[in-house]
């Protein structure tokens, strides 16, 4: 919903005639119901009758995406940057979201650029490229380099992300550099922010099993079940810390509920 929302208002911005501006509209409807392929027609008359919406482009390239025609979703992409900067050349919105979509299908290096060119463009308030860089540096296994990033968005207004989820991926990456420390305070600092964020709950559930903490771990396991009973991940942790306590007979039963909601899950 907030990716249709946000290209309704390139519609808007780029005011193409009424006619294409209502086959772009009912297209991002039309995709926002998963209906990729009415939503292709709309957004294939949009383009035809104006092609200097950005938005519109945007939008095909999304639909052709989740259709599995990568290259035309590629140059789609491509076509609504080149435009989108050519009307608006201080902004970096769809930068990012290009980096975005290049992440998606691995292309890690064109995604990188697209970060850093958004970092030229980025306002004192807005700290976004800098979280998206982080966070493919963090997948690219650059921890100390995704700590950096990290760091320096808390000097800004985050735009679309929230603290939490900055303190939850720092600390991810502090755990993976073995900063158990560090890793715990981003932990609790997220909590702070939003006591019920799962996740954050399970990685310091993990961090304090790596500290040999397990009972510590196992309650903070116990609390992210509680909140979501199919986090398969959380009860394998959960078996896991039991094991290192000797419990085996909990160990077992937690790694075969892991083991039964990731079939299932698979099933779906």
Known sequence: MKRMIYLLVLFTACSPSMDSLEYAIRGSAKADEKNYRGALEDFDISIAGSSNDSGAFEGRALCKEKLGDIAGAIKDFDQSVIIYHSQNPTKMYLYLDRGSFRERIKDYNGAMDDYNTALKYMANENGAPLYRRGLLKALQSDFKGAIEDYNEVFKYNIYKYKLEEVYYSRGKAYL???????????????????????NTLTYRGLTKAKMNDFKG????YDRAIYLDDENSFAYKCRG??????????????NWKKAKDLDKAAKQK
């Open 217 to 220: 771990a196992i309650q903070d």
């Open 176 to 198: 993976e550099i073995q900063n158990y420390n560090s890793a715990i305070a981003d932990f609790n600092k997220a909590l702070e922010l939003d006591p019920y964020y799962i």
């Open 240 to 253: 896991d810390a039991y094991n290192s306590l000797g419990k085996s007979e909990n160990a077992n039963a």
